[in-house]
């Protein structure tokens, strides 16, 4: 009797765990956690040419992986890939291949904005990124 109550019992807890784990699916916590995910403007200013709005568009996949393109509005350009993307916070790292362009920033503590560099061929500018509304 008290084996069938033991086993009983198990059985109880683990349809409980699965339950409860089923509710809330892993990888939509994880995606749900990044929050670089979103639309970020910002301004480069090489000085003596004219200045150039971007926007940058993050995603997160089921899984978490991060993925972007970049809009230049005053170039009449949109859907640059972003080829390679990491983001450990506070720290976001992005390439896009077709541009030659780098960002390497950092996160604000309100997750607002990220002061970064943007390197390109022959330039290197100060970028602030910020939250688009």
């Known amino acids: 009797m008290r084996k069938l109550r033991a086993s009983s019992f198990?059985?109880?807890?683990?349809?409980?765990?699965?339950?409860?784990?089923?509710?809330?699916?892993?990888?939509?916590?994880?995606?749900?956690?990044?929050?670089?995910?979103g639309d970020w403007e910002g301004t480069l200013d090489p000085g003596a040419q004219a200045k150039k709005?971007?926007?940058?568009?993050?995603?997160?996949?089921?899984?978490?992986?991060?993925?972007?393109?970049?809009?230049?509005?005053?170039?009449?350009?949109?859907?640059?890939?972003?080829?390679?993307?990491?983001?450990?916070?506070?720290?976001?790292?992005?390439?896009s291949n077709p541009s030659q362009s780098v960002y390497d920033g950092t996160m604000n503590k309100d997750n607002s904005e990220i002061t970064g560099t943007w390197k390109q061929p022959g330039a290197s500018l100060n970028v602030i990124l910020k939250r688009a509304p």
């Open 10 to 37: 198990a059985l109880c807890i683990a349809l409980a765990l699965m339950l409860g784990l089923s509710i809330v699916p892993a990888p939509t916590m994880a995606a749900d956690a990044q929050p670089i995910v």
């Open 53 to 95: 709005r971007i926007v940058v568009h993050i995603s997160a996949a089921q899984d978490g992986t991060l993925s972007g393109t970049i809009d230049y509005p005053d170039q009449e350009t949109s859907g640059s890939l972003i080829t390679a993307i990491t983001y450990k916070e506070p720290a976001l790292h992005f390439e």
